[in-house]
């Protein structure tokens, strides 16, 4: 049985606070998909929680049921890092030359990054600005500091502000990449981040959106860490009890798609024209619905079971996976696969080589060792990267391999 200490029921709406909340969606007791272990042994008794889906009848946001103690998530064997995808990579570039044409930044401002991970953003605005991360993984967190990208491994909470002001004052932008869905506490860390802004300073963060998740069948995203599943308008009804005016809201593909939202401490609350315009758009779409909620599992249990019967079809030949992604523990579980169906899978990150999916048998090994090709289909779990690992798979000349791409809609590459 598990301890009380290890998860947390959510009764409430976590961003309006109603009691008026209901299920839609429920995939069981499912593994935490950060916790790789080194040993056989350790991975089958990792612990599971439940995976499950409430929406606010009020304000339409989405969330968990049941929370999991982030020290449990975050401080042991959590190993996602920034820094491995090439388009990742890009995105932050992007982001940069977007986000000073957006605030007119000067160089010497200050920049804030919470959520940091290894650096990867930060490390874009290192030569002009001063640079400050924070992040509770430890191993990203040290990777950061060996890059001299200073970083506080910490939650941002009351101490971290205290300490994070007394180095560096306060910020001309905070930022924060697909984290803040993460977070236990919403208004408190929100609240911590406005603190942190001088006035006319800005808050800028990417979540992942909600209505592309449902658009696109993006179910796989669903996992322990990400406890909220952001839509435009209840974010934004919270940001303003808050006191941010809201100067931008946009979408981009990063992550399978992301909401990207600019606000700023203003001495005088106001929302852009441009915002109330999205949010306009985002209200015709129609897309969370009461309707469509309920019908989402029936198309989730179709894309499994087509996946399954082309796995099947892949019987007679060996299987191996490409990409050990959080979302891949979701896959392991509705599909079924142990050490019987999938010989291994491999990775580009180093932190999740030679380790052990949680609950499961199945490996982690290096990418290079799909060049002894001794097998017949790729099933990718990272669809998210899929045109850098089918470009990898093309210079590594791997020839009669099928490779499946599970989402958005089922594709099938020859080798």
Same mark, same amino acid.
């Given at each position: 049985?598990?301890?009380?200490?290890?998860?947390?029921?959510i009764?409430?709406? +976590?961003?309006?606070?109603?009691?008026?909340t209901?299920?839609f969606?429920?995939?069981? &007791?499912?593994?935490?998909?950060n916790? @790789?272990n080194?040993?056989?042994?350790?991975?089958?008794?990792?612990k599971?929680?439940?995976?499950?889906l409430?929406?606010?009848k009020?304000?339409?946001?989405?969330?968990?049921?049941?929370s999991?103690?982030? /020290?449990?998530?975050?401080k042991?064997n959590?190993?996602?890092?920034?820094?491995?995808?090439?388009?990742?990579?890009n995105?932050? /570039?992007?982001?940069?030359i977007?986000?000073?044409?957006?605030?007119k930044?000067k160089?010497?401002?200050?920049i804030?990054?919470?959520?940091?991970?290894?650096?990867?953003c930060?490390?874009?605005?290192?030569? *002009?600005?001063?640079?400050?991360?924070?992040?509770?993984? !430890?191993?990203?967190?040290d990777?950061?500091?060996?890059?001299?990208? @200073?970083?506080?491994?910490?939650?941002?909470?009351?101490?971290s502000?205290? /300490?994070?002001l007394?180095?560096?004052?306060?910020?001309? $932008?905070i930022?924060?990449?697909n984290v $803040?869905?993460?977070i236990?506490?919403?208004?408190?860390?929100?609240?911590?981040? @406005?603190d942190l802004?001088?006035? *006319?300073?800005?808050f800028?963060f990417?979540v992942?959106?909600?209505?592309?998740?449902?658009?696109n069948? @993006?179910?796989d995203?669903?996992?322990?860490e990400?406890i909220?599943?952001?839509?435009a308008?209840?974010l934004?009804?919270?940001?303003?009890? &808050?006191?941010?005016?809201?100067?931008?809201?946009?979408?981009?593909?990063?992550q399978?798609?992301s909401? +990207? &939202?600019?606000?700023? /401490?203003?001495?005088?609350?106001y929302?852009s024209?441009q915002?109330?315009?999205?949010?306009?758009? *985002?209200?015709?779409?129609?897309?969370?619905?009461?309707k469509?909620?309920?019908k989402?599992s029936?198309r989730?249990n179709?894309?499994v079971?087509?996946?399954?019967k082309?796995?099947?079809?892949? +019987?007679?030949?060996?299987?191996?996976g490409y990409?050990?992604?959080?979302?891949s523990?979701?896959w392991?579980?509705?599909?079924?696969?142990? +050490?019987?169906? &999938?010989?291994?899978?491999?990775?580009?990150?180093?932190? !999740?080589?030679?380790?052990y999916?949680?609950?499961? *048998?199945?490996k982690?090994?290096p990418?290079n060792n799909?060049?002894?090709?001794?097998?017949g289909?790729?099933?990718?779990?990272?669809?998210?990267?899929?045109?850098?690992?089918?470009?990898?798979?093309?210079?590594?000349?791997?020839?009669?391999?099928?490779v499946?791409?599970?989402l958005?809609?089922?594709k099938i590459?020859?080798?």
């Amino acid at each position: 049985m598990l301890k009380n200490l290890d998860q947390k029921i959510i009764k409430n709406c +976590r961003l309006c606070n109603s009691k008026k909340t209901f299920n839609f969606l429920d995939f069981g &007791i499912v593994p935490i998909g950060n916790n @790789y272990n080194k040993t056989k042994n350790a991975s089958l008794k990792s612990k599971k929680f439940p995976l499950s889906l409430n929406l606010c009848k009020d304000c339409l946001h989405c969330q968990l049921t049941v929370s999991v103690n982030p /020290k449990i998530l975050y401080k042991t064997n959590y190993t996602y890092l920034s820094g491995t995808a090439s388009s990742f990579i890009n995105h932050f /570039k992007h982001y940069k030359i977007w986000i000073l044409k957006k605030t007119k930044l000067k160089p010497g401002s200050s920049i804030l990054d919470v959520g940091s991970n290894d650096g990867s953003c930060l490390i874009n605005f290192k030569k *002009e600005f001063n640079i400050c991360g924070i992040d509770p993984a !430890k191993k990203p967190s040290d990777i950061a500091n060996q890059k001299n990208i @200073y970083t506080i491994n910490d939650y941002l909470n009351h101490n971290s502000k205290k /300490k994070i002001l007394s180095k560096f004052g306060k910020f001309d $932008l905070i930022t924060s990449h697909n984290v $803040l869905a993460h977070i236990e506490d919403n208004i408190t860390t929100f609240n911590h981040i @406005y603190d942190l802004l001088k006035l *006319e300073g800005y808050f800028c963060f990417e979540v992942g959106y909600f209505l592309d998740v449902l658009k696109n069948n @993006y179910f796989d995203t669903i996992y322990h860490e990400h406890i909220d599943y952001h839509s435009a308008k209840p974010l934004i009804n919270f940001l303003m009890k &808050i006191n941010f005016s809201i100067i931008n809201i946009s979408t981009n593909k990063s992550q399978g798609g992301s909401l +990207r &939202i600019l606000c700023k /401490k203003s001495k005088n609350k106001y929302i852009s024209k441009q915002s109330k315009n999205f949010l306009i758009k *985002e209200n015709k779409s129609q897309l969370i619905t009461f309707k469509n909620l309920n019908k989402w599992s029936n198309r989730i249990n179709l894309q499994v079971s087509k996946l399954n019967k082309i796995i099947q079809s892949y +019987r007679n030949k060996s299987i191996v996976g490409y990409g050990a992604p959080t979302k891949s523990s979701l896959w392991i579980k509705l599909l079924k696969l142990n +050490r019987k169906k &999938i010989q291994y899978v491999v990775d580009d990150n180093a932190l !999740k080589v030679n380790k052990y999916f949680p609950n499961s *048998e199945i490996k982690i090994l290096p990418t290079n060792n799909l060049l002894k090709n001794n097998f017949g289909l790729i099933i990718v779990f990272a669809w998210n990267f899929e045109d850098d690992i089918i470009k990898n798979l093309k210079k590594m000349r791997l020839k009669n391999i099928s490779v499946i791409i599970p989402l958005p809609k089922i594709k099938i590459y020859k080798l």
